[in-house]
């Protein structure tokens, strides 16, 4: 009953604030709530906040900017006044035709302006890097319109760059950069997705006529989610079995057409929609059955094993293990561009909610008082600000994923992988964790598709499954490090690469009364990581060994059973990798504001991870006591970036032009006379 | 400091019309005069009895810029930072007419350049006529164009804005609503009344000041050779990275399709000081993703490292060849625009390696609209 009294208390006081005012010729009308952009009322930037934006957008951050204007100056995006900024952001609205053919144009208006000029022909890691800073850029706009490049650049592109050889390359690359040819990869089926060994598509060599015959021999084995497909794809990657007199000699990729200049279906393909989709409209996902459709001889994307011209196979790497793995190696690049995208759609949802979090006031303390900022509150603190240091751990992590990759050499393909699968999930988690959040902290707002948070989460939802669920691709990892683990005892050597050397020394010691000041220690945070993933991992070895020992054979039925563990190691490895990068970023910045700000981010990341993540009470890694101390430190952390929180998203360096109306003053952006 | 005749003020009860008083210079800004409207502005944010602001020009032009020959003069006999207490000052003026709380409304008869762009196009309204020409020249004179035009310019359709800046294409009146500088046309023999109409009304209700103005509105029609039927041109060329790509765009168009236009397009880019290319399309590119404050401040930094002469002494060159020797015979140094390298106009950007040098402090502001802010 307080309660209601003091709501109309407050109500009562404004109604009789606007009498007054209406006797009081000074003053013109005053709306009861005025927008106060954070900018003025929060504090100045207590460090150089251009320069941590170029550590998280790392060299090509002037590329971003320059596609980031490219965008916001063509009215193909869309932009929309609202509160006197101008914002731009599809118009999901459109039916699911439009926007695919509004996607399309887009793509087609980047072209013109010379953005994929010479996207074959940058060569070394700066070539990798420009490219991913493409992909990335268009997909702060919109996902649909970054997985539509995707697909025919680094997929329909870098399988003929990768897996293809020099006569696939002279052939394709022009038409490909000029989207003459509009290419799609067809490699998972209605029955297989992640097991893209089991695929049923076949393909026999006709040594008479010297070409493939790709069939679909069952309603499973049809290609399902191709993007591009249902419209737009002319020309495929098939992923199938081959088969050769008989033999079959695993997954293969083949170039095949599908559609004519016109756009005409080619005869012996068949090809449906996939359909209305809870977000990604803007692709056209299609579905296509091949009818013993017949390709020539040179379609063969022949890097690792070709078929003579009578029908010989011919390959250097005799294990099919080995030749699928060296075969599919480079395609890691779609898990780097997820995790990237991962993180910039991370930053809209933090940079939006938080802004309005700073501008928007509910309740007060003190009747009469005025209403207290959202981000005043701990609560609302501690639902956002451990997301955003967070974000910036997990940024740094995918920039030192991007770098590793593009700097790849035959020796790392074991650690780009792990690598690129642990941080797919951990981010893509993350994100999706991150704006179910932000949409939450916006209240009403966040629901309105113009607003971007909520909307995005249905836009991005599907980078938890697509290139590797992450539930599999966490067990792998655990796989991974299993075998890494035993290999180095059987060599009888310490163990070397993934960043696990740390078990070649000693346990590391925890305090075993905590204070504050230790958590926030360098020293402390690596050990309680280290020791996690060290124990995790003998566990896992254990609970191997034991299967083992009762007499299971088969090693897949063992990692099946003991994916509890497996989870809870995958998870250790990710979070001391990201650490690690965290650290050596750090190194790198002199000491300063900046690097005070970062040591504080740090010991952020660190104390939400021991404080939510429940092996370490599970583990006894923490007692009861000290997982008290670590539940305390939180609302500290908070309280202390709080001031921060402005320059922290200024510095995530999204365009206020891709962000969104509740990010600036949505009062106007909502007034009658804006309608 | 003593009030000047070089700008003039009209009070007519609660509306202030200030008449920059200098018309045989074409009213070009000096220092005296920047200095007297930031004191104007100040003060009138304060005073309750001032409600609309009425700007114009007295004699055949708006304002025909800053006045750079003075600045320039400046420096030869001492110390560069005379000029950048000038600049200071324009762009502190020029930010406090972007955020301000009151209507400006800025009567653009004959010649709005440079400076006189910067003092009335952050206002609210901006009223073009049938003689009003703007342009921002500084590429020709080895500046860049200043007074927050990498805010404004890059805000028009597509890439129009790299295209006028960097070439210095004058726009009519009608091409200037078009693009949205103007934020209406007036046609010349109406512009006194809509002053008297607006003194009368002595209002600072900006939906009230927008009917009054729309009453004496027309539309006017573009010329038929008119630069903004380019626009698609423009954008295919202009929206390009570098000022070479951009060049070269513009050769691919003129071998298709060669008319006047490419041919001066090109020849005026050929003519600009090669630096003053690279650093202006570099602050259009920045500018567009940033508020108007973030703007100045980049542009302090810019124009002091111009007048501090370090990297390239185009400005003076400029100056002597268009402005006090009038050869019109500039001689650019670096002469090429690949002479120009990253580095260089990195040093554009950062701020000034000089311990008494210090960064453009903005007015602190009670009420700031969002269009001014942009993180970074």
Known sequence: MDRVNFRTQIISNHLTTTQNNNNNHNLTTLPCINYQPPELTEPRPYFDTLLLREIIDGPMFKNNDYLFSLMKQSTLFCPRNRGGKVFIGPDYNKSMEE?????????????????????????????????????????????SLGIKLGVHFFLWGGAIRFMGTKRHHDKWYKPTETYEVKGCFAMTELGHGSNVRGIETITRYDASTQEFVILTPCESAQKYWIGGAANHATHTIVFSQLEINGVNQGVHAFVAQIRDENGNICPNVRIADCGHKIGLNGVDNGRIWFDNLRIPRENLLNSVADVSPDGQYLTAIKDPDQRFAAFLAPLTSGRVTIAASAMNTTKIGLATAIRYSLSRRAFSMVPNEPEVLLLDYPSHQRRLLPLLAKTYALCFASNHLKMIYVKRTPESTKTVHVVSSALKAVLTWHCMRTLQECREACGGQGIKTENHVGHLKSEYDVQLTFEGDNNVLMQQISKALLAEFLAAKKRNKPIKGLGLEHLNKPAPIIPSQLTSSTLRTTQFQTDIFCLRERDLLHRFVTEVSQYQAQGEKSKEHIFSVTYQIAEDLGRAFSDRLILQTYLDVEATVPAGPLKDILGLMRAMYTTIVMEEDASFLRYGYLSTDNAAVVRKEVPKLCSELRPHALALVSSLGIPDAFLAPIAFNWVEANAYSSI | MAPTNQVLVNESSNVRTIVLNRPKQLNALSHEMVSRLLELFLAYEEDPNVKLIIMKGEGRAFCAGGDVAAVVNDIKNGNWKLGADFFSKEFRLNYLMATYTKPQVSLLRGIVMGGGAGASIHGRFRVATDNSVFAMPETALGLFPDVGASYYLSRTPGFFGEYVGLTGARLDGAEMLACGLATHFVPLEKLSLLEDALCKANTGDPNIINNIINEYSSTPKLKETSQYFRLKTIERCFSRRTVEEIISALEKEADKN??????????????????????????????????????????????????????????????????????????????????VSDYMVDRYFTALDDNDWEDLKLPARSNLPSYAISKL
């Open chain 1, 99 to 143: 926007q695919r053919e509004m996607t399309m144009k887009r793509i087609e208006y980047l072209r013109d302006q010379g953005v994929f000029d010479g996207w074959f022909d940058k060569e070394g890691y700066e070539g990798d890097l420009w490219r991913f800073s493409v992909a990335e850029s268009v997909s702060v706009f919109d996902h």
């Open chain 2, 258 to 339: 060669m008319d006047d236009w490419i041919a001066w397009t090109i020849e005026s880019l050929k003519k600009a000081s090669p630096t003053s290319l690279k650093i202006s399309l570099r602050s259009f590119r920045e500018g567009r993703l940033q508020g108007v404050g973030q703007c100045l401040i980049r542009e302090y930094r810019m124009v002091c490292t111009v007048m501090q002469g370090k990297f390239s002494r185009d400005f003076f060159e400029g100056c002597r060849a268009l402005l006090l020797d009038k050869d019109k015979n500039p001689k650019w140094e670096p002469s090429k625009l690949e002479f």
